[in-house]
DNA sequence: AAACTATATAACTAAAGAGTAAAATTGTAT
DNA sequence: ATACAATTTTACTCTTTAGTTATATAGTTT
């Protein structure tokens, strides 16, 4: 994290907000594979559909999706591969806090 | 990004929701070159002083900074070094992104 | 054209959370 | 013990936002 102004750290911390909701790592976790239409997502997650329309808007607003329309149906699809590197980060510390918790609940033999 | 359930899922989202806010991660900022005292940080940050404590506790109790009780001070320290390169990876993600928008809105000479 | 389907948007409700001021803790100094 | 200083906690206000329902839009089919 080098020099980071009043003005980026606003951007990154935005970026951490928008991935901060479950509803939408869901939505990215379902993408991984590759496009979805926006009825897929609705079925893959179970959340009702104008929640992941707007998901889906907010993610794509702001580059992480991108979008294609193809007749009545919308696909939406990974623009930013680098969520994936951030939520693999995210599960790597969590495991490693995990870890260290089960240090200190296992007892040692005596 | 491997295969995340529904838990490990929220976990994650979970992280990236404290990592969302700009005063934390002005906070961690301040913590880069080594700890610093709840005055400190309010001084560097300009925020106020229970508001800054609070921020501290909710960062420290998820592992990601660690406490030192030092006569009336407390110190804080970054206990999880990760938060660092999450930051750059989104930082050089938003900067790739600023790039191609330059891209876009430069007309080439014809 | 009308009927239908997929998606987006608007308006609303409810819950979460950031900031603040005041009181409570905890430790120090006199 | 009293006074003081650093930090935490509590109680509150205000803003943001996730989810929902209903409506609007865009595209298809008959």
């Keep these: 994290m080098g020099k980071l102004n009043e003005n ?3 951007h990154v911390a935005h970026r951490f907000k928008i991935l901060g909701e479950p509803m939408r790592l869901k939505l990215l976790n379902c993408l991984q594979k590759g496009e979805l239409c926006v009825q897929d997502l609705v079925e ?3 959340a009702g559909q104008a929640n992941v329309s707007k998901h889906l808007s907010l993610l794509s607003s702001h580059g992480i999706l991108g979008r294609r329309k193809k007749g009545l149906h919308v696909y939406y699809f990974i623009k930013d ?3 994936y590197d951030l939520c693999d980060l995210v599960c790597n510390s ?3 806090d995990a870890a260290g918790l089960q240090q200190v609940f296992t007892p040692r033999q005596s």
Tied chains: 1, 2.
Excluded: I, M, P
Aim: glycine letters at 8%.
């Design 94 to 96: 969590l495991e490693k």
């Design 81 to 83: 591969k680098s969520v």
């Design 44 to 46: 893959q997650t179970g």
């Design 8 to 10: 980026t750290l606003e």
